[in-house]
């Protein structure tokens, strides 16, 4: 599976001409091989975009944004705990911006591949969550809690293993 970020989801839907060969490959393989899924907050995005001006819908936004998805076919991958937890916690130099943050965790959560307008891109996970949850936590699954948090740093990143 591959997760296409915002601007490759709108220029698929709406101009692939402006897609790169890399890009357009990527996605033709993922069609055959586990599908395409975008983060949910790329829906936002979009909304946003429509909101500024940089994309004009045909009739009304909420009905026009309902289409492209349907028509797509893509999975719209929601945020959940996991992805929440990781996106707060990558480490410097990752973009503050919290939209990119969001659409990485969801690649990273989903052990999926993300698709940029330039290609795919198979560079090393920054940061990874790991869920070390207690027995005890375990045993009280009924109750809500917090699982521990332990940061896996990919060395591979420039990013050292914490001390």
């Known amino acids: 599976m591959i997760v296409l970020d915002t601007h490759t ?3 698929l839907m709406l101009t692939p001409k402006q897609l790169s060969p890399a890009a357009t490959s990527a996605i033709r393989a993922a069609l055959g091989s586990g599908g395409i899924a975008i983060a949910s907050v790329t829906v936002w995005e979009l909304a946003v975009m429509v909101t500024r001006g940089r994309l004009v819908p045909n009739g009304m936004p909420e009905a026009w944004l309902a289409e492209l998805l349907a028509r797509s076919g893509v999975v719209v991958k929601e945020i959940t705990p996991a992805i929440a937890t990781l996106a707060a916690q990558f ?73």
């Open 9 to 11: 989801f709108a220029w």
């Open 91 to 163: 480490p410097e130099p990752f973009p503050g911006d919290p939209a990119d943050r969001w659409s990485r965790a969801t690649v990273d959560c989903a052990a999926a591949r993300l698709c940029t307008r330039s290609g795919e891109r198979a560079q090393p996970l920054v940061a990874r969550v790991t869920f070390a949850a207690s027995s005890a936590s375990m045993a009280a699954a009924s109750k809500p809690s917090s699982p521990r948090i332990a940061r896996v740093w990919d060395a591979n990143a420039g990013v050292g293993a914490p001390g």
